[in-house]
């Protein structure tokens, strides 16, 4: 199982440097599932390999002038805030047992892969639709700054319980929201996972026991992948590659539901 873990942790990086998203939401089931860790610790090094990860990415983007960074600032404070909050302050004092009833248990665990379950089907939803936007041919364009700090605050939820990057939310709201022209949202989005996940891993280093080797050795497997995403997404049309990607989402979602409820 762990050979497929690292294989797809290669795909994790193809999928993070070709469409700015939908890698990290991968990281924890293949963590959980393939590797055997803990969900909660999961979550933690999900936030580390997503985040150094997704540096490398956004440091290519960088270079070719693909980052927005005032879009990046407006969307990355309010989730920073929010993530760190989440990850100091109310997961380290939920109980693993949340509920007992007789033989019956419903423990964080469980409740953590039901949530990411929901997250990935939500995911794959916004990828297999597709919906052709039309992009502003004056970027940037007078920036809706409230409405970013409110999608700020929602990604930050979701990366704070969930370990998840929340590219495939960063995404569609750049795009819709700003008329942002997808290459320059693939590189913001990656910049934005960056700050994100790794505040989030900061936030746990001091009371999460992590393995660091194990986390180097996926990690260097994950920037080899996102480094042949980022040289993909220069020669194929990412949209045609969204619905595919968006399907294969969602089976893995329906599986980790349907083995968590039954």
């Not at 933690?44 to 540096?55: A, C, D, K, P, Q």
């Not at 440091?59 to 993530?83: C, H, M, R, W």
């Not at 605050?153 to 022209?181: C, D, E, N, Q, Y």
């Not at 990607?245 to 539901?257: A, E, K, M, S």
């Amino acid at each position: 199982m762990e050979i497929i873990g690292y294989t797809l942790s290669i795909f994790i990086g193809i999928t993070l440097g070709l469409i700015g998203a939908g890698g990290s939401i991968l990281t924890v089931p293949v963590l959980v599932y393939l590797f055997h860790i803990h969900p909660t610790l999961a979550t933690s090094y999900s936030l580390f390999i997503v985040g150094f990860t997704s540096l490398i990415g956004s440091f290519l983007k960088i270079k070719e002038n693909g980052v927005d960074y005032s879009a990046a600032t407006y969307f990355g404070i309010p989730s920073v805030f929010v993530i760190l909050i989440v990850r100091k302050v109310l997961l380290v004092h939920i109980p693993e047992v949340i509920l007992q009833i007789h033989h019956f248990q419903l423990t964080k665990s469980t409740i953590t892969m039901i949530a990411f379950a929901v997250l990935m089907l939500g995911a794959s939803w916004s990828m297999i639709k597709n919906k052709q936007i039309q992009v502003s041919t004056n970027h940037p364009i007078k920036q809706p700054i409230t409405k970013m700090i409110f999608w700020g605050i929602g990604i930050g939820l979701v990366t704070g319980f969930l370990g998840a990057g929340g590219g495939f939310l960063i995404i569609p709201a750049l795009v819709i929201l700003l008329r942002m022209p997808i290459r320059i949202a693939i590189g913001t989005s990656l910049s934005i996972i960056t700050l994100n996940s790794l505040i989030g891993f900061l936030g746990d280093i001091d009371h999460v026991q992590m393995d660091w080797f194990f986390l180097v050795k996926l990690l260097s497997i994950t920037i080899l992948g996102v480094a042949i995403g980022s040289y993909l997404q220069k020669k194929i049309a990412t949209d045609k590659l969204k619905p595919i990607f968006g399907w294969f989402i969602f089976f893995v979602g329906t599986y980790i539901l349907i083995k968590e409820l039954f």
